[in-house]
């Protein structure tokens, strides 16, 4: 520290303790140091000042330190930087963020300065994470996707893309977990069937519960089991326990349909006249009135 009163501005800011580069980086500490200068401060009050400006309130003493850093030993301060770049990178990679260099650039340099955690840096990059070309997800997101994707249509629950997107980065930024999200599908699910409350919260799935109702559909209607869809009118209809009465008019109820009545309801779809079990179910019948009539054995 000089012993006489300081002339030039460098001597001045070598006086406080910082360097000249440093002040004039930020406006308000540029204020700050002219203003000292002119009011001839001792350095116990420019600390006292310092620290009203905006400058020291948003970057703490971890920013302070970086930016010093920056201004007295840039290249010391870029191989931290780029160190962080290199971590950031692989995150990135493995998460399945899509960015451009600069992107994690200016994102090394927020770390260092600020001094963030690993988890914030995966909240930031969390937000660029986006679908490729093909509207999937990659890495991490890919496979929270899927796991959401999967769990929702085993629950009989339609999730428009928009809302994927919004739970795959919220996963992605530790906000929140794919059990939480699988608890939001869940309550969806008991919404959509109520008859089914209770053994959803029990553990099964909607999927589990409609087996037989697809089983039956199947063989009644000789639909290949496998072109069979949870969203299919008939199999919502049974698991929403909404038949219909002798006038045809619809009826819902708290339980699901019994299947008997499931199954009498597909064979009054147009469909099942075309099956070769409705054929023979018809011939059958039309038999049994010859019978009766004294027409056939």
Known sequence: MPTKKPKTQAEWAEHYGWTLALLKSDSSLWKLFNDAIKGNWDQKLFVSKLKDTSWYKKYGETGRKALALKQADPGTWRERVRAIYQEIMQMAGTMGVRANWQTYWDMAEDAFTFGWTNAQIKRSLAEYITTTK??????????????????????????????????????SAGIRTAQDYKGEIQKMAISAFPGLAAQIKGGMTVRDLAD??????????????????????????????????????????????PLWQFENELRKDPRWLSTNNARQSLNSTARGILRDFGLAN
């Open 134 to 171: 093909s509207g999937a997800f990659a890495g991490q997101a890919g496979e929270y996707e899927e796991q959401l994707r999967q769990y929702a249509y085993s629950m009989g629950v339609n999730l428009d893309n928009g809302t994927i997107k919004n739970w795959v980065k919220g996963i």
């Open 212 to 257: 037989p109702y697809m089983s039956s559909m199947a063989r009644i209607l000789e639909i290949n089991p496998q072109a069979l869809k949870m969203d299919d009118p008939s199999i919502r209809r049974a698991l929403q326990g909404i038949g219909s009465d002798s006038g045809g008019n619809a009826t819902a109820g708290n339980s699901t349909m």
